[in-house]
């Protein structure tokens, strides 16, 4: 998938997501949270119509949405891991606007 640049953006927020300090249970909830932006966003790409693709990828924006909250719970809305979620949040949505 190195060629689908949001997916590509959602991985390494995975990766991100994996390595912060955060209580156990938001820990859990955002790796959670952050394997399904980017297993949607895989699944929504192998969808042969449009309105199927669209689907997947507004489940993988709600999820991007729980990454928000979680990161804003713990306080971490400076971090560096939020400014990725930003700007997938915004390649998430150009993808939705276009597909839709």
Known sequence: MTTFRTFNLAAE????????KLPR???????????SI???LAEGRGKPTKADQVRFFH???????ECQAILSL????DSVAFQKLDVLGAHLY???????
């Open 74 to 77: 713990a306080e971490l809305t």
């Open 94 to 100: 150009r993808l939705i606007q276009r597909a839709g």
């Open 38 to 40: 980017a297993l949607n």
């Open 13 to 20: 927020f995975y990766q991100v997501a994996r390595t912060l």
């Open 59 to 65: 489940i993988a924006f709600g999820s991007l949405r």
């Open 25 to 35: 249970e938001l820990r859990e909830q955002l790796v959670r949270a952050a394997s």
